[in-house]
C-alpha cells in the first residue's frame, strides 16, 4: 500500500511516499523550509506561509513523485496534517489532500501533528518498540507522553506556558541573534563557558512532570539588561549566557524525562521534536540514559524538524492499526488548537 503524506502546518512544506509492504519503507520525500521567507520578519508570518504552501506543494508532489519512481495512480491513501498548527496553513495541505483524494477516489487519512513527532524515531533503522515515554519539544509544544501503541497517549506533563522551543527563540531574539532563533542559540552555546552564568531551573524539584520556562526566559532578559548596562555585550558573554540558558533547559528536560521512566517503569524513551536535533541535549539524554539504565531513541535529525514523511508513516500505522479513514468528497476540516490526547478516537 502506497501512502502519500503532506505536511503544512507552519513554515515548512513536505510530502513524502510510505510503502507499508513488509515491515515498511520510505521512498522518497521533499521539503521546502521558509526559513528566508521570515527571516526579515523574526518570526513566521501566518498570511505569507499559507502562500509558500499553495506554491511548493505542486512542485513538491512532481519532486517526489519523480524521485520515487512512482506514478499519481499508484497512491492508495492520502495523509495530511490536520493540526495542530497555523489555520491558513493547515487548510493548505487539507484542501490539496482532499482534491487529490477525490481525483484519485481513495481514503484520507487525518493526522495529528505531534503524532507525526512521536513516531518519527520508527523510521530510523533501529526503531523503538512500544510502550515508551514521548518527550516532545516541537515548537510551542512541550509535552511528557505515555505511548502505548499507535492510538494511544497519556499525557503525563506538559509546559505550563512557554514551551523549550519559545523559550529558545525569545532568548536569542534578546542576543540579537538572527531567525530561527533556536538552532542560532545553540550553535552559539556550544562557545560559551560551562558553568560561567547560572540560571534558575524551573520545576525542577515540583511534584509533577510539568514544565515551566516563562520565568527562565525572564531570567535570561534581567541577565541580558545587567551585564550590558554599562557597554554592550562581547560576543563571549553572549556566548557565556547562551550557554547557561541552554543547560539550564536541557537540566530541567533531561531530569523531568528520567522522572517520567522511573515512574513508569519503562525502558524505553523518544525525544522528538525540532529542539530534539540538540547536540548537547542528546549528549545529555546519552548520558543519563547510561546511568540509569534505559535507552533513548531519536529520529534521524532530518525528521526532527516538519516534514512529509512523518505524516506519511503516521498515517500509514493508523491505517494498518484499523483506524477509520476518511472516504474522499465528504469535505474537510482543520484543527488549529487540538490535544494530542484527544487522538484516541481515530
Avoid at 7 to 15: A, K, N, Q, R, V
Wanted: some cysteine.
Amino acid at each position: 500500500m502506497l501512502i502519500l503524506g503532506i505536511e503544512s502546518s507552519c513554515d515548512e512544506t513536505g510530502l513524502a511516499l510510505f510503502n507499508t509492504a513488509g515491515k515498511g519503507r520510505l521512498l522518497r520525500h521533499a521539503l521546502h523550509t521558509q526559513i528566508a521567507l521570515h527571516q526579515a520578519y523574526g518570526g513566521v508570518v501566518p498570511e505569507l506561509a499559507s502562500r509558500d504552501h499553495i506554491r511548493r506543494v505542486v512542485p513538491l508532489l512532481r519532486k517526489t513523485l519523480e524521485d520515487s519512481g512512482c506514478d499519481l495512480a499508484e497512491v492508495d491513501a492520502i495523509a495530511y496534517t490536520r493540526g495542530p498548527g497555523l489555520a491558513g496553513a493547515l487548510l493548505v495541505g487539507a484542501a490539496f489532500a482532499e482534491g487529490l483524494a477525490f481525483s484519485l477516489d481513495v481514503p484520507l487519512i487525518p493526522v495529528h501533528h505531534l503524532e507525526g513527532h512521536l513516531l518519527s524515531p520508527l523510521l530510523s533503522s533501529n526503531p523503538p518498540g512500544f510502550p515508551f515515554i514521548a518527550l516532545l519539544v516541537s515548537g510551542g509544544h512541550s509535552q511528557l507522553m505515555r505511548v502505548n501503541g499507535v492510538g494511544q497517549y497519556a499525557l503525563l506533563g506538559e509546559t505550563l506556558d512557554d514551551a523549550a522551543g519559545e523559550a529558545f527563540d525569545k532568548t536569542a531574539a534578546l542576543l540579537g541573534l538572527p531567525y530561527p532563533g533556536g538552532a542560532a542559540l545553540s550553535a552559539l552555546a556550544e562557545r560559551g563557558q560551562p558553568g560561567h552564568i547560572h540560571f534558575p531551573r524551573p520545576m525542577l524539584r515540583s511534584n509533577d512532570l510539568n514544565f515551566s520556562f516563562s520565568g527562565l526566559k525572564t531570567a535570561a532578559l534581567l541577565k541580558v539588561r545587567a551585564l550590558g548596562d554599562s557597554a554592550p555585550l562581547d560576543d563571549q558573554t553572549c556566548a557565556d549566557i547562551a550557554r547557561g540558558f541552554q543547560d539550564a533547559v536541557i537540566d530541567v528536560l533531561v531530569e523531568k524525562s528520567a522522572r517520567a521512566m522511573k515512574d513508569c517503569g519503562l525502558e524505553r524513551l523518544v525525544v522528538a521534536g525540532g529542539v530534539g536535533a540538540n547536540r548537547e541535549l542528546r549528549r545529555r539524554f546519552d548520558l543519563t540514559a547510561e546511568a540509569q539504565n534505559f535507552t533513548v531513541f531519536y529520529p534521524e535529525p532530518e525528521f526532527c524538524t516538519d516534514n512529509g514523511a512523518m505524516i506519511a508513516l503516521a498515517g500509514a500505522l493508523r491505517f494498518q492499526a484499523g483506524f477509520p479513514a476518511a472516504p474522499p468528497g465528504g469535505g474537510f476540516s482543520v484543527k488549529p488548537r487540538w490535544p494530542l490526547e484527544e487522538r484516541l478516537d481515530g
